[in-house]
């Protein structure tokens, strides 16, 4: 693993911009679907437009992560983005089925896109770590 000869000042702007850009985002996505439910369990909850742009900035800070791992040729990033998917794909055995309404419609939500939001999560832990360790 080679270490990122860049000036850490770039570094920050550099996060600072893909996370923010990413809670952005999510906020945007928010503002032009609407109201949004979320169903597992049996229980269903609305999702507004702080926990979108949250998830943008998750999303934003996986970007962060997957750009340094490909910069310093860093093979962790990929255990940690398996280890997400695993976690991801725990969660979805455990709790069951889920859903997710959108804009006046209903869809199922199974194991792989659960599976595949925490490789991202574990990507964003990968990501959160390489910043914090400038």
């Known amino acids: 693993m080679t ?16 996370i923010g850009g990413g809670a952005a985002m999510g906020a ?3 503002a032009v679907v609407g ?6 369990a049996g229980t269903a909850v609305s999702v507004g437009m ?4 949250a998830a943008g900035a998750v999303v934003g ?4 992560g997957a750009k340094k791992a490909i910069e310093q040729k860093d093979a962790l990033a990929v255990g940690a983005a398996a280890g997400g998917a695993a ?6 055995a455990v709790v069951g089925g889920m859903g997710l309404a ?3 419609t209903a869809v199922s939500v199974g194991m792989a896109p659960i599976g595949a939001a925490g490789a991202v999560v ?13």
């Open 3 to 18: 270490q990122s000869k860049q000036n850490p000042q770039e570094n920050s702007g550099e996060s600072a911009a893909l």
């Open 28 to 30: 945007g996505v928010s």
């Open 35 to 40: 109201s949004m439910g979320l169903a597992v």
């Open 50 to 53: 702080a926990p979108v742009a």
């Open 61 to 64: 800070l996986a970007a962060y």
């Open 87 to 92: 976690a991801g794909a725990g969660v979805s």
């Open 102 to 104: 959108v804009a006046g």
């Open 122 to 134: 574990g990507l964003a832990a990968y990501g959160l770590t390489k910043l914090l360790n400038k």
